[in-house]
């Protein structure tokens, strides 16, 4: 812990890339390291019964590319016991950190008690984060919500997470119950924030670098979520709006991280992430439609050649 937070306190405030299912695979957190090196990438969110019963599966989501280091693996399950196993499978493919999902809001999973639900199960999430901490030399780490109904016992739960050995905190702004409506209460986080030592990352309800400074106060990182997606740019200072061809260049190389990865299913991957780049753009409407049809790699350069010789 002393070793990794000690490197990454000499870029603060710390930017990071948020955990999002199907989106940071490899070549994204790739992508996001190319445009800003310092930023710290968090991994998609993995089943922790699911690495520990397949080293297939394993082999295929772990591994990472030097330049994705340091990188967070997020794992999600209800068992300490899984939790442990899959920490030490984790650990041996030399990440810098484990971070533990205690905030998607999905019925079906939460009432199966993954998820959100173990903000009301704590003493699972503080056995959870006990036993990780002892199996594992690297950090624990935990990302939740406001709180399940409400927010009154963020603070108490967050106290027992520390008292667990959590190293850090992420907290997306609404509560299970709110799931994915209602508007930002700033003043909760700041106050979490001094009411434990480890550093706290608030997610949710920022747009880019410049947003976040105004809004950072007491707090430690800042984090973007869906805001970055076709905008890896958002994790720079001063609102970088990069160039058509800039623009351009970055999403040949996404889409050919993506073959190097993805293999046979590269050419959907490249459709969902490739037309996300030109959102706001009236005039690329019939470029987007020919992203979401490519078939090879050729269709994405030709597509991408067409839209260079347009603007």
Known sequence: MSDFWKEQAAYWPIAALAPMDWYTDSAYRQIVKKI??????????????????????ANSVLPHHESEKPLIIQIFWK??????????????????WIDVNMWCPAK??????????????????FKIIEEMSKAVKI?????????????DNLIEFAKWLENAW????????????QAFTWEAD????YELKKNI???VIWNWDVLNYDDWMKKLQNLDWFMIWRKSFGNPWSFLPWSKIPSMNERLEIMEEHSRLLIELKWR????????????????????????SQLVRVETFEDVQKVLKDIRNNV
Request: proline share 4%; aromatic share 18%; net charge positive.
């Open 108 to 125: 079906k999973v939460v009432q199966s008690w993954h998820w959100s639900s173990l903000m009301i199960n704590v003493d699972t999430a």
């Open 79 to 96: 068992d300490p016991e899984m939790f442990k196993k899959a920490a030490i499978i984790i650990e041996s493919y030399w990440v810098a």
């Open 186 to 189: 700033w003043n909760m986080i």
């Open 265 to 288: 299913k590269w050419a959907l991957e490249s459709r969902k992430n490739l037309v996300q780049y030109l959102f706001g753009f009236p005039w690329v409407k019939e470029f987007r």
């Open 197 to 199: 030592w480890i550093p």
């Open 166 to 177: 959590a190293k850090l905190i992420t907290v997306h702004w609404r509560t299970y119950k």
């Open 36 to 57: 800003n090196p310092k930023v710290v990438c968090f991994s998609e969110f993995y089943s922790a019964d699911w690495i520990v019963h397949s080293k297939f599966l």
């Open 139 to 151: 950090p624990v780490s935990v990302k939740t919500r406001l709180g399940y109904n409400d927010a």
